[in-house]
């Protein structure tokens, strides 16, 4: 569920694709997937580690944030403006930089 499907429904089409031709069972299974898929776990929104090595530009955690709130509105953009607080323009802009 939590799989991002970078491929968009090119990949979901063509991982089903695959797992119904190789299944060895009447309905597909968790095993029949492949393995990245499967063993995806979703990586926590971080913005920084401990050290401050780690640490990283205003900039860059506001980019992190908008494309995590993106990504939990299904790339909604008026809504993830809306969640944001600013305008839908501010954020095409942002996304533009």
Known sequence: MDYAWPGNVRELRNVIERAVALTQHDQLIVEDLPEH???????????AGDSSD????????????????????????????????????????????
């Open 37 to 47: 898929i499967r063993n995806y776990r979703k990586k926590a929104f971080e913005i």
């Open 54 to 97: 780690s640490l990283i530009p205003l900039s860059q955690v506001e980019h992190r944030y908008i494309q995590h709130v993106l990504e939990k509105t299904g790339e909604n953009k008026t809504l993830a403006a809306r969640i944001l607080g600013i305008d839908r323009k501010t954020l095409y802009r942002k996304l533009s930089q």
